[in-house]
């Protein structure tokens, strides 16, 4: 009796459906990119620069120890009251003279700090602070130095600050770039963001 061949399968039209298959899975899947926080670095300093003199008052300190709890100026605080403190810090306009500010409505303590110019804030944690608290104690102190540049640019160019940068990024903007951009400089020069971030403490 003769054998019969075996029926070939027909893998031309596989080929295709395994393309199809491909496309609709690239098209339909959403690839998830993991974002950090956004931050500038300093720019690298030469070996033979001192460091600038601060004066103890110009200096805001908050720290967080390792069970999370919040410390400013050495003084236990509530999360929900960190900003406050913060503007009330850096919009203090205690200082004298060349330190001035003409441009500050704090209470011109002279305990406190001189001029936004001069004044840092340094932020200080345990290694074994949770990453959250961590993230939600920066978030606050950003958003202070924002609150205040929201007011200058409200004062000096009738918007936000906020919507300043935003307006700087839209493709569609169709103002004065660089006049934007400029004056979006000026209000960083009034407010710079100094935030200090030491090494963590064991």
Known sequence: MA??????????????????????FLVTTTIETDSGISRKLPPPQEDN???PILKQKNIFVVELNKNND????????????????????????????EEACNYCQG?????????????????????????ATYIAVQNELVAAYTTLRNREAERLFGKSFVQMEKDLKD????????????????????????????????
């Open 107 to 131: 209470a011109k303590d002279p305990t406190s700090s001189d001029n936004p110019t001069k004044a840092v804030i340094s932020l200080r944690n345990n290694r074994e602070t949770n990453y």
């Open 171 to 202: 493709v569609n903007y169709v103002g004065n770039k660089e006049g934007l951009k400029e004056d979006i400089k000026k209000i960083q020069f009034l407010f710079p963001e100094k935030l200090s971030e030491a090494e963590p403490k064991k």
């Open 3 to 24: 054998r019969r061949a075996a029926p070939e399968v027909n893998a031309g039209s596989m080929a295709d459906i395994a393309f199809l298959l491909l496309i609709f």
């Open 70 to 97: 919040l410390l400013v100026e050495e003084v236990p605080m509530e999360l929900k009251d960190l900003r406050e403190a913060a503007v009330k810090f850096l919009d203090n306009g205690g200082g004298n003279g």
């Open 49 to 51: 620069v001192e460091p």
